[in-house]
């Protein structure tokens, strides 16, 4: 089940299993009466506040070596709470991308005390240098910032830009207390690069695909937390750098969680179990801690770089097309959230899991936090509707050594269905057209639904040539073609349709990116795209939740992403494909080799790696 008993041990005492002694560079006996005007030194009245004191050493970066415990370990056996929250979900249309974006800087530009970031993707374009630019802005106004960003993911942007962010704290602000008074606690930034690629012994394969926003974790009134598909640039809030309508853009989704009251015994908010779970993350025994070279003046080596973040933060401030959002930001993220249970769940486990394919049941079984372990064990329980909405949604088939299967999703779902003959499935993921993987877009086409809809002797004939199968009218014009591609409880579309641009039309269909799944009044949001990569490989994270009213504006955004798909099989879907094959660009070239791309997926084992 979903709800569990809410017995937690991530409280301010694990914070001190996590700190570093003595963080404060400059404290008051280095500074006395009438000298508080020196660099670094604490404004005069500034108190040594308890609380704040803990924090500061909770969030100081440390190398693994020096912590009491093992951080993979401890969030994979942490007992997470169900937090009371109010949250609100952020939609895949153009408006929920500039909703998202907008969102985002101004809760950076409003927090008090903390500030986490964490993203796969952080691009080096107008968004995310007008981030970097409201966090340099935060720390100097008093702000503590983290930012972490993935080795792989984030490999173009120029870590310059970490360093020229971390010199913001040479004019940092001092951090206030939960009441408001100034503390002797100097605001930091500290850079962290994930599973460097620079260092020696690194398993490049193991990534952190998070996107993870947490303001003010710790103080409920205040926190806010923030995650799903979205990662930092522009391709993914539906605008070009002039503020004009960008055609080749993402259609995502996020859950934008307000914390909770609490009293004053328990703290175990969302905003405190979301900090937590970045502390345990940004003490991965892989990660870098990205400084500035002591030989440079940073105030002035990266005075270019610091203006350039500030420019930027004004020139997207100004496109009137996101202005409009940002005017309407204070009621936004204050008015219109539903009451709801929330429960953080991820996949640090898979960070240093061994034997990941034949031994990819037991290590979800032994990872009760486990994305996939919490929707498979939910997944056994009735529901009338089920619908999965996915990028890249593959159905697992894992072997042991002698072959033998030990876990068939497709089998699963379809006894699923008989077992619940009042239940229905719904599953939307890319199509060709949208696909920015065709990797991925060839297991899907090419395995997912054929397992899911045709018989064996119908998936070996689909799998030929195209014109011996898709071409080939005796097979999609077929009685039982028709009936098995509408199977009238499990229904597969894919987004995308001949009224893109591409084939004359004027719709530009946008590349499919959102994350999320619901049963009924239950449903996840988060960053797993239900992979293999994801599975397996990837730390993924999100929130499961339930409440009748979010899960209802879910279902209205699976309802948008209807409008603008087709269903696997149909007759518009595969004259859509057929129209693509007779392009001649590389998209073209690939749909026709589709087949082709996925035996040599299979026959090579690298299917695992998309």
């Given at each position: ?308 973040f500030r420019d930027s933060l004004a ?254 099989g149909s007759p518009e879907w595969l ?36």
């Open positions: 089940m979903l709800i569990m008993p809410t017995r937690i041990v991530l409280l301010l005492a694990i914070l001190g299993l996590l700190s570093a002694c003595g963080s404060v560079e400059v404290k008051p006996v280095d500074c006395p009466s009438g000298t508080q005007k020196l660099e670094g030194c604490p404004p005069l009245g500034a108190i040594d506040d308890p609380d704040i004191g803990k924090l500061y050493d909770s969030r100081a970066w440390q190398k693994v070596a020096s912590l009491d415990i093992d951080p993979v370990e401890f969030g994979r056996d942490a007992k997470i709470p169900i937090n009371h929250a109010r949250a609100k979900f952020i939609g895949s249309t153009d408006e929920g991308g500039l909703t998202s974006l907008a969102a985002k800087i101004h809760l950076i530009e409003q927090a008090e005390h903390t500030i986490d970031v964490m993203y796969y993707i952080f691009a080096g374009d107008l968004v995310g240098l007008a981030m970097l630019g409201a966090l340099c802005n935060a720390v100097e106004r008093g702000v503590d910032v983290r930012i972490m960003i993935d080795s792989m993911g984030s490999i173009s942007l120029d870590r310059n830009y970490l360093r020229a962010l971390e010199s913001c704290a040479v004019d940092a602000g001092f951090m206030r207390s939960e009441a408001g008074k100034l503390t002797i606690y100097k605001a930091r930034v500290q850079p962290v690069i994930f599973n460097a690629a620079s260092k020696i012994f690194v398993n490049h394969n193991r990534r952190s695909h998070d996107k993870l926003l947490v303001i003010d974790g710790w103080f409920p009134e205040k926190a806010a937390v923030m995650t799903g598909g979205r990662n930092i640039s522009l391709a993914y809030y539906g605008i070009l750098p002039d503020g004009s309508h960008n055609p080749d853009t993402y259609r995502d989704a996020e859950i934008f969680i307000r914390g909770g009251t609490s009293d004053e015994e328990r703290r175990e908010t969302v905003g405190t179990v979301s900090e937590i779970y970045y502390t345990l993350l940004f003490s991965f025994k892989n990660n870098k801690r990205l400084k500035m070279p002591r030989s440079q003046n940073p105030r002035d080596a990266y005075e270019d770089e610091r203006q350039l020139q997207l401030q100004s496109l009137p097309r996101l202005k409009e959002y940002l005017d309407k930001m204070d009621d936004y993220v204050s008015t219109g959230f539903h009451d709801a249970q929330v429960r953080l769940a991820h996949e640090l486990a898979n960070l240093t899991d061994t034997n990941v394919v034949i031994d990819a049941v037991d290590n979800l079984e032994s990872n009760p936090n486990s994305i996939m372990a919490i929707l498979t064990s939910i997944r056994e329980e009735h529901a009338r509707n089920v619908q999965i909405v996915s990028p890249y949604v593959f159905a697992a088939l894992y072997k042991d050594k002698e072959q033998n299967v030990i876990l068939d999703d497709a089998a699963n779902m379809l006894k699923w269905l008989d077992d619940h003959p009042d239940s229905e499935i719904e599953i939307i993921t890319n199509s060709i057209l949208t696909s920015d993987n065709f990797f991925t877009q060839a297991v899907i086409d090419m395995d997912l639904a054929p397992r899911l809809l045709l018989s064996e002797e119908y998936q070996a004939w689909w799998l030929q040539k195209p014109e011996k199968s898709e071409l080939n009218p005796a097979l999609v014009e077929s009685d039982d073609w028709v009936k098995m591609v509408n199977h009238p409880r499990l229904h597969i579309y894919e987004t995308g349709r001949i009224d893109d641009v591409r084939f004359g039309g004027d719709v530009d269909h946008a590349k499919l990116h959102a994350k999320y799944a619901l049963r009924d009044d239950i449903g996840f949001v988060g960053t797993t795209n239900f992979d293999y990569r994801s599975r397996l490989y990837n730390n993924e994270m999100g929130f499961f939740f339930l409440s009748e009213e979010l899960a209802a504006d879910v279902r209205a955004n699976t309802e948008y992403l209807l409008s603008v798909s087709y269903r696997w004259e859509m494909r057929k129209q693509l094959m007779a392009q001649s660009d590389g998209k073209a070239s690939r749909t026709r080799n589709q087949r082709g791309l996925y035996k040599f997926l299979k026959n090579t084992g690298l299917e695992w790696f998309f």
